[in-house]
Nanobody, 123 residues
Framework: QVQLVESGGGLVQAGGSLRLSCAASGRSFSNYPMGWFRQAPGKEREFVAAITWSGSSTFYADSVKGRFTISSDNAENMVYLQMNSLKYEDTAVYYC????????????????WGQGTQVTVSS
């Protein structure tokens, strides 16, 4: 059974930082990309960032480029999302995802999901 468990969400003021963590278990994710998505109330789930498991390549949505950094720790089966210079519009539930097939920016391409962690940015 594959499990992805996110943590690290919370309430932060605009301009602040948070670090999200995703613990992967149940199988080896070697050679499989990992990603982060988010979903705000009343909006569709959107791509935030992705990383190859080796960490050699990273991809970001334009809205977070330069502010967010995705990284991985292969030994610990962990993926992180460092979020800096947070804005009110970053408020959403953030989801960790694994093992995409096809367009990694599309939620339906990903095979496994965590339960999500709430990030709230106050203005």
């Amino acid at each position: 059974q594959v499990q992805l468990v996110e943590s690290g969400g919370g309430l932060v003021q605009a301009g602040g930082s948070l670090r999200l963590s995703c613990a992967a278990s149940g199988r080896s994710f070697s050679n499989y990309p990992m990603g982060w998505f988010r979903q705000a109330p009343g909006k569709e789930r959107e791509f935030v960032a992705a990383i190859t498991w080796s960490g050699s390549s990273t991809f970001y949505a334009d809205s977070v480029k330069g502010r967010f950094t995705i990284s991985s720790d292969n030994a610990e089966n962990m993926v992180y999302l460092q979020m800096n210079s947070l804005k009110y519009e970053d408020t959403a539930v953030y989801y960790c995802a694994a093992d995409p097939e096809g367009d990694y920016t599309v939620p339906t391409s990903w095979g496994y999901w965590g339960q999500g962690t709430q990030v709230t940015v106050s203005s």
